[in-house]
């Protein structure tokens, strides 16, 4: 690893304050001088660290930036993300670095660095607490927390911002009395639906890096406890993915772990999944391997499924065993999905219409009001409703044309891997109707289960990520 200046900044300092390091994908020809030229506009930079190959010395295409406030790297995300450094070259992407004492390793989401918790006095009210900070930036909502039983204040308030950036200065320059800090990601705090289908359904797996994984203290324990592991565990692990791998790419993620020894790429050509053999020269490199990227998305939204293999067998019978899994869960989805897929588009064109196929009436137990048209997708989001299938997701299609009854419906969409999506709504009313239409009926087929999501209401003005 490059590092910017001859000061080199203890693991304590890397956090303070939070939030404060920011995580780059670029280019590998990227030198150091432009990536400062171009971040220094957003404050102080401390330090400035290139990921480079321990054999090669060439770039990894991955940089950490220290600055000395969190408002100057949240502002640095915000106005470089998805950007090039050059004209003609590729938009770079740009993270908030996770803590590394928060016991977590995702990706930080906007949505977890832009609601302050404040204590404020129990005579504010919601007006009083808005006019006190929005001096700092432009406040999405506020909220004061009451005891249940008398309604009173207790005393504290949240206050949500648009931007991190702002968030981030509300808590450096706001009076101290308010002891302002940044809260807790909301669907972490409420005991909801949707809370609770990602709590039972989510393995809790650390899913990202802030430095490499050699200068993390976790991995000098793994080594020092290595002769304490028992034999039986794997120096070889399988890795399964729904999209290809680059055997290149590949390679440069699993050798951050030291002790590679090969990577072995395969890919399946009808499904066009990826899978992979990985083998380290110890058990140690290989069980803080699984434990850092089972779950990691690479690229973005594609989630890894990293698992031991026995050492037993040769990579080729590795390889077939694998091909085998991934052939009987593609025949498997394919014959769960037929039914919903003929019905969809089996229906001929009307008389005097296009040739092309049409879509049916969904066939559903609910009272459907007549279609209405979609709005605008860049209308400002009012309500967000959570839906879980069982057991199976619908297609996007078939969704749309069923909440798109109930007007004001912006989009509709999936969560990869699961059977969960939501749905936008650009009315309140509108997505009640959705819920109380359509909560507990069957849509050809697969049952819905349809609440408010946890996460606030409106989502003006939030980063869209560049895969």
Known sequence: MEESSGVRLSAECLDEPPNSRIFVVLGKDTEETLIRERFSPFGDIQNIWLLRDRRTNESRGIAFIKFAR???????????HGRSLLPDTKPIKVFI?????????????DEELTRIFVMIPKTYTEEDLREKFKMYGDIEYCSIIKNKTTGESKGLGYVRYLKPSQAARAIEECDRSFRAILAEPKNKASES??????????????????????????????????????????????????LPFIQEQLFALFDLVPGLEYCDVQRDPYTNSGYAVIQYST??????????????????????????LE???????????????????????????????????RTPPAFGGTSGPQLLQPQTDAILPPPKKKVPPDTSVKERLFILFHPHPLPVVVLEDVFCRFGQLIQVYLVAGKNVGY??????????????????KIVNGVRLKV????SPSEEPNKRQRTY
């Open 423 to 440: 749905a936008k709504f650009a009315d309140r009313a509108s997505a009640s109707e959705a819920i109380t239409a359509l909560h507990g």
């Open 70 to 80: 969190s408002s100057q790297a949240c502002r640095a995300m915000e106005e470089m």
């Open 193 to 242: 639906f949707e809370h609770d289908y990602y709590s039972n359904n989510t393995r809790q797996e650390p899913r990202g890096n802030t430095l490499p994984f050699c200068m993390q203290p976790e991995f000098c324990s793994f080594e020092k406890n290595e002769s304490r592991i028992q034999e039986s565990v794997s120096k070889r692990l399988s890795v399964l993915s729904r």
């Open 311 to 345: 050492d037993g067998s040769d990579s080729s019978d590795l390889i077939r065993k694998m091909a085998t899994q991934l052939v009987t869960a593609q025949v498997s989805s394919a014959l769960r999905n037929s039914n919903t897929i003929v019905q969809q588009y």
């Open 283 to 308: 058990a140690a490199s290989a069980i803080y391997a699984k434990y850092k990227l089972h779950g990691f998305e690479y690229p973005p939204g594609n989630r890894l499924t990293v698992t031991f």
């Open 97 to 109: 670095a996770q803590s590394r004492a928060s016991g977590s390793h995702r990706d930080v989401e």
């Open 451 to 454: 609440r408010l999501a946890d």
